[in-house]
T-cell receptor, first 112, second 111 residues
């Protein structure tokens, strides 16, 4: 069945370690996005990609990195430079960046 | 620099219509009104969007005032599963224009 998958649902890491969150879509969407959500808050855009091999910083890109080597995949790396990495991370995709976005189930990252 | 203003929370009785308001007094002529909802610990779900005409789909209706400065999302027969945070977003449909999520309205549907 088609959709956006994020894995794992829950992730625990020690402080100082880099961690990569997975996001895959089989909807043939050109655009993909990463958001961060803190408790009781709205979503904030980290990075987005409108097409393969291209991506742009969002509002809170510091301490994060991404790649878009394949249309279906947009992994997010949370580096040790991110001061408060514990959060709920959401991936989304859309046919083109001007369309509505479809979200994955999210990954809850806890850094101990 | 929030573009929309929504009540923090609302209650609705099961089976009744839920009317969620949104103010967007600084909306530009090329900006659409989008609604998403987020059920606890899940990804947001697209509901509906519109420019100036009222819109209806299988999930909801969107009523936009004539001056476009406010809108109302209507869930005609709310169920317990409609309990969620509802986000009203204004956005121009240009390439590279992103969604900006504010705090939203926490709708509680009660039996």
């Amino acid at each position: 069945d088609g959709g956006i998958t994020q894995s794992p649902k829950y992730l625990f890491r020690k402080e100082g370690q880099n961690v990569t969150l997975s996001c895959e879509q089989n909807l043939n969407h050109d655009a993909m996005y990463w958001y961060r959500q803190d408790p009781g808050q709205g979503l904030r855009l980290i990075y987005y990609s409108q097409i393969v091999n291209d991506f742009q910083k969002g509002d809170i890109a510091e301490g994060y990195s991404v790649s878009r080597e394949k249309k279906e995949s947009f992994p997010l790396t949370v580096t040790s430079a991110q001061k408060n990495p514990t959060a709920f991370y959401l991936c989304a995709s859309s046919p083109h960046s001007e369309n509505e976005q479809f979200f994955g189930p999210g990954t809850r990252l806890t850094v101990l | 620099d929030a573009k929309t203003t929504q009540p923090t929370s609302m209650d609705c009785a099961e089976g009744r219509a839920a009317n969620l308001p949104c103010n967007h007094s600084t909306i530009s002529g090329n900006e659409y009104v989008y609604w998403y909802r987020q059920i606890h610990s899940q990804g947001p779900q697209y509901i509906i969007h519109g420019l100036k005409n009222n819109e209806t789909n299988e999930m909801a209706s969107l009523i936009i005032t004539e001056d476009r400065k406010s809108s109302t999302l209507i869930l005609p027969h709310a169920t317990l599963r409609d309990t969620a945070v509802y986000y009203c977003i204004v956005r121009a449909n240009n390439a590279g224009n992103m969604l900006t999520f504010g705090g939203g309205t926490r709708l509680m549907v009660k039996p």
